[in-house]
Nanobody, 122 residues
Framework: QVQLVESGGGLVQPGTSLTLSCTTSGSGLDYYGIGWFRQAPGKEREWVSC????????YYADSMKGRSTISRDNAKNTVYLQMNSLKPEDTSVYYCAAGPWCKWYQESYDYWGQGTQVTVSS
């Protein structure tokens, strides 16, 4: 049974950094890409970043490019999303998802975590 569990969310002040973790379990994910999405209240879920399971290539949405870094530790079955210079508009529930390819659309991902809340506020 495949599971994805996010952690690391919380309340932070604008301008600070936060690192989210996505720990996976179950078989069959060795070459899967792990993506991050976020959803703010009243808004659609949007893609944030992805790291390929095949070659480690990384991809970022424009909203996060230059402010975030995605990485993976295969020994720990964990993918990290480090976010810097956080803004109030980054406030969302952040989800990680696993799919065979790094795509920006939700339908390409087979497995999802439950999400972790990130609130950026002074």
């Amino acid at each position: 049974q495949v599971q994805l569990v996010e952690s690391g969310g919380g309340l932070v002040q604008p301008g600070t950094s936060l690192t989210l973790s996505c720990t996976t379990s179950g078989s069959g994910l060795d070459y899967y890409g792990i993506g991050w999405f976020r959803q703010a209240p009243g808004k659609e879920r949007e893609w944030v970043s992805c790291i390929s399971g095949k070659d480690g290539s990384t991809y970022y949405a424009d909203s996060m490019k230059g402010r975030s870094t995605i990485s993976r530790d295969n020994a720990k079955n964990t993918v990290y999303l480090q976010m810097n210079s956080l803004k109030p508009e980054d406030t969302s529930v952040y989800y990680c998802a696993a799919g065979p390819w790094c795509k920006w659309y939700q339908e390409s991902y087979d497995y999802w975590g439950q999400g972790t809340q990130v609130t950026v506020s002074s």
